[in-house]
């Protein structure tokens, strides 16, 4: 019967999988301060145009609640490339998974700022380089399987 053997590191990967948990906390901190600034009850999700014209408060909250939808879109494919490639590459994969909590850090505190063209500066791309690098090492690990018959 086929087994999967957890490797030398693995524990590497789940910490790069826990990342995530605190950086959707902090996102979700500063989108509940961003709100109260902004006066936006709940539950109106984002600013209405008019409001985010008028108030810099307004369109500060609307990209950091941006920043942590765009987070939120992108967590479960992200958590699941980690655990995966890791079971075959675990330095790999908790390298990318650090690289792409560090680099949606750096997108979040660039969106926050209320001048979306920021959030890919000073870091912010990287989040977008790990994800192409769980896109390819995702597809080689599942090959792996495949060709192992597991």
């Known amino acids: 019967m086929p087994s999967i053997e957890v490797p030398q590191g693995y524990s590497y990967v789940l910490a790069a999988a826990a990342s995530t948990i605190y950086l959707n906390a902090w996102q979700m901190t500063r989108v509940g301060r961003a709100r109260k600034q902004a006066a936006i009850a709940y539950p109106q999700m984002y600013a209405e145009k008019a409001e985010q014209t008028e108030s810099k408060a307004a369109m500060q909250f609307n990209c950091t609640q ?24 675990p330095y790999l ?58």
Do not use: C, M
């Open 66 to 89: 941006r920043a942590h939808q765009n987070t939120l879109e992108s967590a479960p494919h992200v958590i699941l490339a980690i655990l995966l490639t890791g079971l075959k590459h």
């Open 93 to 150: 994969a908790a390298g990318l998974g650090g690289t792409w909590t560090l680099g949606r850090i750096a997108y979040t505190i660039g969106y926050s700022s209320g001048d979306p063209s920021k959030r890919s500066k000073q870091g912010g791309f990287l989040g977008s380089l790990a994800f192409v690098g769980f896109i390819l090492s995702t597809s080689y690990t599942v090959f792996e399987f495949l060709k192992e018959g597991l």
